[in-house]
């Protein structure tokens, strides 16, 4: 039986990769780097922040120093913050689908994205109180691909729920194949969800979904029968 649900944020709750991708491209304007919309889909959506400026860096043989790096993240942020207050930023029924599995199961975030952005988008639409943790970029040595970020999240889950949980009762949303390798190689189920990718690129999961609106419990708890 399924009893919790771990979800990812950008890309699944938040339609935010958009947003990202113009801070990005904004912050390495500056520092004479341009970064296409193809090159950040196929290359870098799988990196936190600082792993992005971190990679890019060595791709365009102008390796960034750690200081450089965090400064460019901290202007990112600022960016990002901007962005998000022209506009809606969650995907169309992930309000909804959020609160229908929280009364029913306990709820995780397992991220790359930075918390403070994280928790300032679930606050401003109402649905921190949603979430019983949130494990973000800050929070692990090494970031999705690696089972680290869900690993984590499945941890803290059971450490608040004060009892054992096994990775395979937990399900994980995600909409990349990096975060779904991240997921699988920490032991959970599967669901994608086809926001910023199509099914033929997101094989491999339990289950495929066009949109959050299709999350029920009844479907959660068909996976033990899949």
Request: charged share 25%.
């Amino acid at each position: 039986m399924i009893r919790a649900v771990v979800f990812d944020f950008d890309g699944v709750i938040a339609n935010s990769e958009p947003l990202h991708l113009r801070a990005f491209q904004e912050v390495l304007a500056a520092e004479h780097l341009p970064l296409s919309e193809r090159e950040y889909y196929d290359r870098y959506l799988g990196f936190d922040d600082a792993g992005l400026f971190r990679v890019i860096g060595i791709d365009r043989s102008r390796p960034f120093t750690e200081d450089a790096i965090r400064s460019l993240v901290e202007r990112k942020f600022e960016r990002m913050e901007a962005l998000e207050r022209e506009g809606a930023v969650l995907f169309p029924g992930a309000a909804d689908a959020i609160r229908r599995l929280a009364a029913h199961l306990p709820l995780a975030i397992a991220s790359g994205a930075l918390g403070p952005e994280i928790r300032r988008v679930l606050e401003r639409e109402g649905l921190a109180s949603s979430f019983r943790t949130i494990v973000s970029a800050e929070d692990t040595q090494a970031s999705k691909p690696a089972p680290d970020p869900y690993a984590l999240a499945v941890n803290r889950l059971a450490a608040i729920l004060a009892q054992p949980l096994l990775p395979s009762a937990c399900v994980a949303i995600e909409d990349s194949r990096w975060g779904l390798e991240s997921a699988r190689s920490a032991g959970l189920r599967t669901i994608a969800v086809t926001h910023s990718y199509p099914a033929s690129d997101l094989r491999g999961t339990d289950l495929v979904v066009n949109g959050l609106d299709e999350l029920t419990i009844d479907l959660l708890q068909s996976l033990d029968h899949g």
